[in-house]
């Protein structure tokens, strides 16, 4: 019955899609932003924050002029809060989540008051455990950490409350139960045989998370301050990006902030915006296997031609992990993790291909520049390292975009604070009604 009422219906495909499509030129008429972007690629101004800056080339005259890439958190450049923590530190998330959601750094007292307070609300319910993680056979992570995080809404005696005090506490739990979902869920899906095993309770989120993936096995300290640093770079990236704004427009509907967050996550889900490090790693298995000599610049450069001109990988003219929709000379976390990268690669004896990556890097935006005839300055993104440095520390493609969500949350939760203590007004933008006829 059902596959017969589909089949009567299947006739409206064309006339979906003919009713639903807008003259691209009205846009041009009406001066409409189209993604909230200027006619240099620029964002439109749609708010103000003091959580975190993001510059990437500045403005002359109208002009963009390329500049190298500096992230602040709270005004501290990404590059100098890094700097802080050593190859031995613990904790360097948590304490860059206090920086986040609060504005300062934590002293010894509130660190150690923070660190008690997530540790203890680590574990994951009974009802989560049984109804999500197991009950709900999904192989898609993200969807499985939407609906464990909308689960949180029920659990929690306050849900309603948008006090930011609450929204701290919240925030700090959230943070805290992300590693086990993201880690139970996959494991539940993709080994099913596997221990669910609950890590001690004085591991870091980094450490947790790599604990309770690989079923309890050791730790070590490289691992650990390499995962810590991804989680680091990937906390916040100012409220333009696509994730950040939507947990800004859903805060500003008074909503809550399981609710928020699962909107986020949603976002983030989409492949424009929270998959391109795997995109990364299945252009570069591709390069790999249709290059026979990876140190021949010439049969590369050829290759990536090929990729450019839409007759090679996925036809997409795409090279992935370059370039970004702020950032032109340099992104400044991407020249932290290269040099992680660069050390991981030598530990697990990967260094052929992690020339390949530099290779491809330098190369890339020449060969983009000739091909299009673009003056546009790019260069890698965070993103172009960041699967690979994944892959060494033996985490698969499809936990690639739950990481980034368990490390943006922190981002996400500031953010909402942020527009529930200042936005105070729903976020309502226009849209103006054209007639079919119009079209």
Same mark, same amino acid.
């Given at each position: 019955?059902?596959?017969?009422?589909?089949?009567?219906?299947?006739?409206?495909?064309?006339?979906?899609?003919?009713?639903?499509?807008?003259?691209? /030129?009205?846009? =041009?008429? +009406?001066?409409?932003?189209?993604? %909230?972007?200027? $006619?240099?690629?620029?964002? @439109?101004?749609?708010?103000?924050?003091?959580?975190?800056?993001?510059?990437?080339?500045?403005?002359?005259?109208?002009?963009?002029?390329?500049?190298?890439?500096?992230?602040?958190?709270?005004?501290?450049?990404?590059?100098?809060?890094?700097?802080?923590?050593?190859?031995t530190s613990r904790y360097c998330f948590e304490t860059?989540?206090?920086?986040?959601?609060?504005?300062?750094?934590?002293?010894?007292?509130?660190?150690?008051?923070?660190?008690?307070?997530?540790?203890?609300?680590?574990?994951?319910?009974?009802?989560?455990?049984?109804?999500?993680?197991?009950?709900?056979?999904?192989?898609?992570?993200?969807?499985?950490?939407?609906?464990?995080?909308?689960?949180?809404?029920?659990?929690?005696?306050?849900?309603?409350?948008? /006090?930011?005090? =609450?929204? +701290?506490?919240?925030?700090?739990? %959230?943070?805290? $139960?992300?590693?086990?979902? @993201?880690?139970?869920?996959?494991?539940?899906?993709?080994?099913?045989?596997?221990?669910?095993?609950?890590?001690?309770?004085?591991?870091?989120?980094?450490?947790?998370?790599?604990?309770?993936?690989?079923?309890?096995?050791?730790?070590?300290?490289?691992?650990?301050?390499?995962?810590?640093?991804?989680?680091?770079?990937?906390?916040?990236?100012?409220?333009?990006?696509?994730?950040?704004?939507?947990?800004?427009?859903?805060?500003?509907?008074?909503?809550?902030?399981?609710?928020?967050?699962?909107?986020?996550?949603?976002?983030?889900?989409?492949?424009?915006?929270?998959?391109?490090?795997?995109?990364?790693?299945?252009?570069?298995?591709?390069?790999?296997?249709?290059?026979?000599?990876?140190?021949?610049?010439?049969?590369?450069?050829?290759?990536?031609?090929?990729?450019?001109?839409?007759?090679?990988?996925? $036809?997409?003219?795409?090279?992935?992990?370059?370039?970004?929709?702020?950032?032109?000379?340099?992104?400044?976390?991407a020249e932290i993790i290269k040099s992680h990268a660069?050390?991981?690669?030598?530990?697990?004896?990967?260094?052929?291909?992690?020339?390949?990556?530099?290779?491809?890097?330098?190369?890339?935006?020449?060969?983009?520049?000739?091909?299009?005839?673009?003056?546009?300055?790019?260069?890698?993104?965070?993103?172009?390292?960041?699967?690979?440095?994944?892959?060494?520390?033996?985490?698969?493609?499809?936990?690639?975009?739950?990481?980034?969500?368990?490390?943006?949350?922190?981002?996400?939760?500031?953010?909402?604070?942020?527009?529930?203590?200042?936005?105070?007004?729903?976020?309502?933008?226009?849209?103006?009604?054209?007639?079919?006829?119009?079209?």
């Amino acid at each position: 019955m059902k596959t017969d009422l589909i089949f009567s219906l299947s006739h409206l495909s064309d006339e979906l899609v003919s009713t639903n499509t807008l003259n691209t /030129d009205m846009y =041009n008429e +009406f001066d409409v932003k189209r993604g %909230l972007r200027n $006619k240099d690629g620029s964002g @439109v101004l749609a708010g103000l924050t003091h959580i975190s800056s993001v510059v990437g080339f500045h403005k002359v005259e109208g002009e963009m002029v390329p500049v190298d890439g500096v992230l602040k958190y709270r005004g501290i450049t990404i590059t100098d809060l890094i700097s802080q923590f050593s190859s031995t530190s613990r904790y360097c998330f948590e304490t860059v989540c206090f920086l986040l959601l609060v504005g300062r750094l934590p002293n010894e007292e509130e660190k150690t008051a923070l660190l008690a307070y997530m540790q203890t609300h680590r574990t994951l319910s009974e009802a989560c455990m049984t109804h999500i993680i197991s009950g709900i056979k999904s192989p898609n992570i993200m969807n499985k950490l939407q609906s464990a995080v909308s689960v949180m809404y029920a659990e929690d005696e306050d849900p309603e409350s948008n /006090d930011p005090m =609450n929204d +701290f506490f919240k925030s700090l739990r %959230l943070l805290s $139960k992300m590693p086990l979902i @993201v880690a139970y869920s996959y494991l539940s899906y993709y080994r099913p045989e596997a221990s669910f095993v609950t890590p001690p309770q004085d591991m870091s989120i980094a450490e947790s998370f790599l604990y309770a993936f690989n079923e309890g096995k050791d730790v070590s300290p490289e691992a650990a301050h390499i995962m810590d640093l991804c989680l680091i770079l990937h906390a916040e990236h100012g409220g333009g990006n696509n994730s950040t704004f939507t947990t800004r427009v859903v805060s500003s509907s008074g909503s809550d902030i399981y609710s928020t967050m699962a909107a986020a996550i949603a976002s983030l889900k989409g492949p424009l915006h929270g998959s391109a490090n795997k995109k990364v790693m299945d252009m570069m298995e591709d390069i790999k296997s249709n290059v026979s000599d990876w140190e021949n610049p010439t049969e590369l450069s050829g290759y990536l031609r090929k990729i450019i001109d839409k007759e090679a990988h996925d $036809k997409s003219g795409k090279i992935y992990g370059l370039g970004h929709a702020v950032y032109t000379q340099s992104d400044p976390r991407a020249e932290i993790i290269k040099s992680h990268a660069k050390s991981i690669s030598k530990q697990k004896n990967r260094e052929k291909e992690m020339n390949l990556y530099f290779s491809v890097a330098e190369e890339g935006p020449r060969i983009f520049s000739e091909e299009k005839g673009s003056k546009k300055v790019i260069s890698p993104n965070v993103d172009f390292y960041s699967g690979f440095v994944y892959d060494c520390l033996g985490l698969p493609a499809e936990l690639y975009t739950s990481l980034f969500a368990m490390a943006r949350t922190c981002g996400w939760c500031a953010h909402r604070i942020e527009e529930n203590v200042s936005g105070k007004r729903i976020i309502r933008p226009g849209y103006k009604y054209i007639s079919p006829s119009q079209s």
